[in-house]
């Protein structure tokens, strides 16, 4: 079946980056875009950006533009995701998310948990 | 940006009664665009309902979503046991592409 494998949670220091593994299995990779969504404590999920495996192309929301980098080893089957310059408010469970029609998401990682503390 | 607003934001009720959650849109949202998502305590987001109509794989048929333009439902006709969840409304649209709403909790009553 379709299964999306996140790598395990990290602690990180402030002004420090991080950098989340997805590896996908059950499917063929190439033909699925990925997508990146976090969800910080008591706030709403929130796009970040997704990368078209097929080719790499990638978007990012305006708002994680700059800082986010989305990447994929095809050979691997895993899409990477690292955010710099980690700042209190980037704590969260980070998601990756299969992209189904452009439109909504299916199937989930189970998440990774990312603590930025001094 | 697309605001999604959902009501209530906490709803209790008991096993086989009826749930009506509400997604209210800042702006007109087409009805292929929207999606609700089932979310319980310490796992992942799972589709629920996609095109505001349509089940997902796998998803009871007591699950129906409804709705046009900015008013979206999701209906759960008698509750089970392991329904009592979190569910977020998401749609699909312009910058930023993907948003969510902030979640109803489904608690028992």
């Known amino acids: 079946q379709v299964q999306l494998v996140q790598s395990g949670a990290e602690v990180k220091k402030p002004g420090a980056s991080v950098k989340v593994s997805c590896k996908a299995s059950g499917y063929t990779f190439t033909n699925y875009p990925l997508h990146w969504v976090r969800q910080a404590p008591g706030q709403r999920l929130e796009w970040m950006g997704w990368i078209n495996a097929g080719n790499g192309k990638t978007k990012y929301s305006q708002k994680f533009q700059g800082r986010v980098t989305i990447t994929r080893d095809t050979s691997a089957r895993i899409v990477y995701m690292e955010v710099s310059r980690l700042r209190s408010e980037d704590t969260a469970v980070y998601y990756c998310?299969?992209?189904?029609?452009?439109?909504?998401?299916?199937?989930w990682g189970q998440g990774t948990l990312v603590t930025v503390s001094s | 940006e697309i605001v999604l607003t959902q009501s209530p934001g906490t709803l209790s009720l008991s096993p086989g009664e009826r749930a009506t959650l509400s997604c209210r849109a800042s702006q007109s949202v087409s009805s292929s665009y929207l999606a609700w998502y089932q979310q319980k305590p310490g796992q992942a987001p799972r589709l629920l309902i996609f095109g505001a109509y349509s089940r997902a794989t796998g998803i009871p048929d007591r699950f129906s979503g409804s709705g046009s333009g900015t008013d979206f439902t999701l209906t759960i006709s008698r509750l089970e046991p392991e329904d009592f969840a979190v569910y977020y409304c998401q749609q699909y649209g312009s910058s930023p592409p993907y948003t969510f709403g902030q979640g109803t909790k489904l608690e028992i009553k």
């Open positions: 998310a299969r992209d189904q029609r452009s439109v909504w998401f299916d199937p």
